[in-house]
């Protein structure tokens, strides 16, 4: 019975987390696919689809949202203000286990350009490859990282312009290996294969 209970306990809460119709979860442990961070609304309208988590709004180093990325492509998307000098940075920490392109882009709220008289949405993602300093809309590839834990934060005050609104995104995708690196390992895995056999 308690067994059952279980089961059923997990049929419904699975859905609820795929979905992300339920409450907010901390952004932590692996993430397989999309999230999008739960705090600022309305949320990055790039996001749907995207599992719901944490609202991003940390000081960098001070407990930030931690996972680990799986599988070969994730997106992790996110909405952030500028009201004053210290609000309204969004900062995460973030390992890969693989070597990942990481790309970032970024847009401003609908009405942005309108309501701060043309000057739209800009600031600075600072990253461990190469800090893009953006403006307006755009998206830029960043670089490569090699496996690691590295810190991320998307900070909409360094260009000085008061209460901006946009929204920002990073792509991470798992670096194809070369057709010679499949046949490598698949030879070194016939390798030990042939070995373990042969003492056996």
Same mark, same amino acid.
């Given at each position: 019975m308690k067994i059952l209970s279980l089961a059923i306990a997990a049929a419904v809460a699975l859905?609820?987390?795929i979905t992300g119709t339920a409450s907010a979860a901390p952004a932590s442990g692996l993430i397989v696919g999309d999230i999008s961070e739960g705090g600022p609304n309305p949320r990055n309208p790039n996001d749907a689809g995207a599992t719901l988590v944490d609202d991003f709004s940390q000081v960098p180093g001070d407990n930030d949202p931690s996972f680990t990325l799986a599988g070969p492509e994730n997106n992790i998307f996110g909405t952030i203000q500028h009201r004053d000098a210290n609000r309204y940075k969004d900062a995460w920490e973030m390992e890969v286990t693989q070597a990942t392109n990481i790309t970032f882009s970024w847009l401003p709220h609908a009405g942005t350009e309108v309501s701060n008289g043309g000057n739209g949405f800009d600031g600075?993602?600072?990253?461990?490859?190469?800090? !893009?300093?953006?403006? @307006? &809309?755009?998206?830029?590839?960043?670089? !490569?990282?090699?496996? @690691? &834990?590295y810190e991320f934060s998307v900070d909409a005050t360094t260009a000085g312009t008061p209460r901006q609104f946009g929204h920002w995104q990073v792509n991470a995708t798992v670096v194809p290996l070369p057709a010679g690196g499949i046949l490598l390992l698949t030879a070194l895995g016939g390798m030990a294969l042939y070995r373990s056999r042969k003492k056996a």
């Open positions: 859905p609820l987390a600075t993602f600072f990253n461990p490859l190469m800090d !893009i300093v953006f403006s @307006g &809309t755009g998206s830029a590839f960043v670089g !490569i990282l090699n496996p @690691g &834990t």
